[in-house]
């Protein structure tokens, strides 16, 4: 779950778990981004080889409105804290908003005219 204000801006991320919640409370991870550090709806994408549905990847295109600087960053999805395990400077800005799509290569293969 994305953390918004009114805009298409996302200042954090929430990982909800609403099958082992403990009363009221379902968030087992949370991740912010910084002061100035807004970033767009973050995309899922599993591990292959995967056995939870929380074993692979989040993935977010993120912009420093201080630094100016962009970056697209890889976030391990099974842990607590949302761990960064890659973040790639960008040469240029992203906008707010934009939406991705993961695909496998044999899930491109499948389709028709595939060469």
């Not at 960064?84 to 499948?110: C, E, M, N, T, W």
Request: negative net charge; glycine residues 10%; charged residues 25%.
């Amino acid at each position: 779950m994305a953390i918004r204000d009114p805009t298409s801006k996302v200042s954090g991320i929430v990982k909800l778990d609403f099958d082992g919640a403990s009363g009221e409370d379902c968030v087992v991870a949370t991740r912010s981004f910084g002061e100035r550090c807004f970033a767009g709806e973050p995309f899922f994408v599993g591990k292959e080889e995967g056995v939870y549905e929380d074993d692979g990847y989040l993935l977010i295109y993120a912009h420093n409105e201080g630094s100016g600087e962009s970056s697209f960053v890889v976030m391990d999805a099974k842990s607590s804290t949302l761990d960064i395990v890659a973040s790639v400077r960008l040469p240029q800005r992203v906008p707010y908003g934009f939406h991705g799509l993961f695909v496998y290569q044999r899930d491109l293969q499948k389709q028709k005219n595939w060469q």
